[in-house]
T-cell receptor, first 112, second 114 residues
Framework: QKEVEQDPGPLSVPEGAIVSLNCTYSNSAFQYFMWYRQYSRKGPELLMYTYSSGNKEDGRFTAQVDKSSKYISLFIRDSQPSDSATYLCAMRADYNNNDMRFGAGTRLTVKP | DGGITQSPKYLFRKEGQNVTLSCEQNLNHDAMYWYRQDPGQGLRLIYYSQIVNDFQKGDIAEGYSVSREKKESFPLTVTSAQKNPTAFYLC?????????????FGPGTRLTVL
């Protein structure tokens, strides 16, 4: 079993739809939970991070962490064609910035 | 204009050759990282360095080597011992210390073995 599981998709939605992206994990020591966006043939860029459980909102993006279920989500409201990219979840324990674990990434296409 | 640069963008290697991928940052970050990205897999850590003249193996260090002679530079050598080197290679850097330190990624180098 992988430490971080992420459905690779691909996921295709119409413009304006609400998108839900998810990851599950097995290591209960994870405390930082990140979402990265990666455009084709580019490096990932950090969208949001959350510490421990709870929700965090930034514009059209909302990150949720449920540590009891070992499940994290990223919601994108009013999706735009410019949101078309691969979304990677990543997580790490509190004490070790060097040991980030990444999901495989979900490829999202938002159609105009 | 601060950031991380990687070169070359595309690299082709013949079997049995060693190749070196360049990574430079002007963010004044202490920590630097090399990851490998394959289709359908998450990023996997090859090597990391927290300080000049020191580096540590990641999960998949076999067949790779690094050096950290300058704070801003962290080159990765893919040796002929790496059995399946075709992949997308990403370099990252971050501040060090407790708490959350964002890892900033470079644009990547795509290596293909012919």
């Amino acid at each position: 079993q992988k430490e971080v599981e992420q459905d690779p998709g691909p996921l295709s939605v119409p413009e304006g739809a609400i998108v839900s992206l998810n990851c599950t994990y097995s290591n209960s020591a994870f405390q930082y939970f990140m979402w990265y966006r990666q455009y084709s043939r580019k490096g990932p860029e950090l969208l949001m991070y959350t510490y421990s459980s709870g929700n965090k909102e930034d514009g059209r993006f909302t990150a949720q962490v449920d540590k009891s279920s070992k499940y994290i989500s990223l919601f994108i409201r009013d999706s735009q064609p410019s949101d078309s990219a691969t979304y990677l979840c990543a997580m790490r324990a509190d004490y070790n910035n060097n040991d980030m674990r990444f999901g495989a990434g979900t490829r999202l296409t938002v159609k105009p | 204009d601060g950031g991380i640069t990687q070169s070359p963008k595309y690299l082709f290697r013949k079997e049995g050759q060693n190749v070196t991928l360049s990574c430079e940052q002007n963010l004044n970050h202490d920590a630097m990282y090399w990851y490998r990205q394959d289709p359908g897999q998450g990023l996997r850590l090859i090597y990391y360095s927290q300080i000049v003249n020191d580096f540590q193996k990641g999960d998949i260090a076999e067949g790779y080597s690094v050096s950290r002679e300058k704070k801003e530079s962290f080159p990765l050598t893919v040796t002929s011992a790496q059995k399946n080197p075709t992949a997308f290679y990403l370099c990252a850097s971050s501040m060090s210390g407790r708490g959350f330190n964002e890892q900033f990624f470079g644009p990547g180098t795509r290596l293909t073995v012919l």
